[in-house]
């Protein structure tokens, strides 16, 4: 089952930069900050109604989002979907023969989180997460 859109991803050169412009200018609340060294990556959410925007600023050009800045520049990167059990909707997926990037979710800044391969949706990179409190 999946709940609600929890996050928009975007790709940013720099995260501070984003920031000026998200939280200062649009006036959002900046609800987390993490840097995710496996994923080679700071993020930021800020809250927008129900739902949240999350900034992705690479640490290195060879991770995910440095790779994606080189190909297509800032911009949107990603939708993420809410649902109650991660494990259970990338299960379904599996039986499906849904093409993933990720066998098994993981953790990230929303919570377990795992992403389907934009192939499977259209050339949308789709993210399952489940919050954690
Ligand atoms: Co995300």
Redesign the pocket.
Known sequence: MIDKIH?I?IAVRSLDEALEFYRDTFGLHLHAQDTIEDQGVKAALLTIGQSEI?LLEPTRPDSAVGRFLERKGEGLH?I?FQTPDVDGELEALKQKGVELVDQHPRR???GM?CFLHPKASKGVLV?L?TPID
Do not use: P, Y
């Open positions: 996050h991803g999350e990603h993420c990230g800044i929303a989180i993210e997460a």
